[in-house]
């Protein structure tokens, strides 16, 4: 059974400072000792995840697939993908930096950036020299930011470096070849598949037949084998993109709420009040209006 991880519950699974704690964001330094109780869980996280490894190695598996992580190499786990740690070196020391899906919808370039197909199959990515020499500087910095006292600006602060580090990672995956010619096994095969409908057509599809019958499966064999598999049924599936969809128009277009109903499809602007609030616990106007 694998380990949900959130920004609520992250401070006490890894015994996390809460003082630097900001919203939407979370940065631990991790040894090789602190880790040593986590060895065992396979791990998933609500938002995105970013691990950058300082120094040592690592054996991880991440969507089904075996890596080995070495000094310099940055890890990218997006929402809800499956990740297990195998095994540490001795001098393993590793900074991760998780992202919230409210984090991430306040960003349209996020949004696209955690639905890339090629980071799913590619989740490990080594910058060049000059690169690298800028990742370690961010890197430092967005630490010391987090960690300073809290101020009126520090969350700002931390946004901008984050997402100067990520520009830097999106910017070197548009120069790496594409492995989509990759073998797959089926298990794999069906779950890639599936993100990529769910992610092309969530906003339009909502019926899960739709996805089975692309897919030349029946509706329970489907959310059965994606509940095991990925720990969300197909619904679940569709209601988490189309949410996350949702909140990134909220966030960072001008469109009203009743465009944003049309936009996503739904018969009446009531309605999509009605299921933002069934599955987020909030309206879309009071989400829009949080800082």
Same mark, same amino acid.
């Given at each position: 059974m694998a380990l949900f991880i959130t920004l609520d519950n992250v401070y006490s699974l890894y015994n996390l400072d809460t003082t630097s704690r900001i919203e939407g964001i979370v940065v631990f330094h991790q040894h090789n000792k602190?880790? &040593?109780n986590y060895k065992k869980h396979s791990r998933l996280f609500e938002g995105l995840l970013i691990g950058v490894v300082l120094k040592g190695s690592m054996k991880t598996q991440i969507h089904f697939s075996e890596y080995e992580v070495q000094e310099g190499d940055i890890a990218i786990?997006?929402?809800q993908i499956m990740i297990e740690t195998k095994s540490l070196s001795e001098d393993a020391e590793i900074v991760t930096i998780g992202l919230s899906l409210d984090f991430i919808s306040t960003f349209p370039i996020l949004r696209e950036f955690v639905m890339n197909d090629q980071i799913r199959w590619q989740p490990i990515i080594r910058l060049d020299q000059e690169e690298l020499l800028? &990742? /370690? /500087?961010l890197i430092k910095l967005i630490e010391k930011v987090y960690d300073k006292k809290q101020s009126s600006h520090k969350t700002e602060m931390l946004k901008h470096l984050v997402m100067s580090l990520i520009h830097l990672i999106t910017e =070197?995956? &548009?120069n790496v070849p594409s492995l989509k010619n990759q073998t797959k096994n089926r298990t794999h095969e069906i779950i890639d598949n599936f993100y990529s409908l769910v $992610? =092309?057509?969530a906003h339009k599809q909502r019926n899960v037949q739709f996805y089975a019958d692309k897919l030349?499966? $029946?509706t329970q064999y489907l959310s059965s084998f994606l509940k095991q598999n990925t720990g969300k049924s197909t619904l679940q599936w569709i209601d988490y993109v189309l949410v996350l969809h949702a909140k990134t128009l909220l966030?960072? $277009?001008?469109l009203s709420i009743k465009e944003i109903s049309n936009e996503l499809e739904f018969t009446d602007t009531s309605v999509f009040c009605r299921y933002f609030k069934r599955n987020t616990g909030i309206s879309p106007k009071l989400y829009r209006e949080e800082e």
């Open positions: 602190a880790n &040593q786990v997006p929402p800028l &990742q /370690e /500087e =070197k995956y &548009q $992610s =092309k057509y030349h499966l $029946s966030k960072s $277009s001008n």
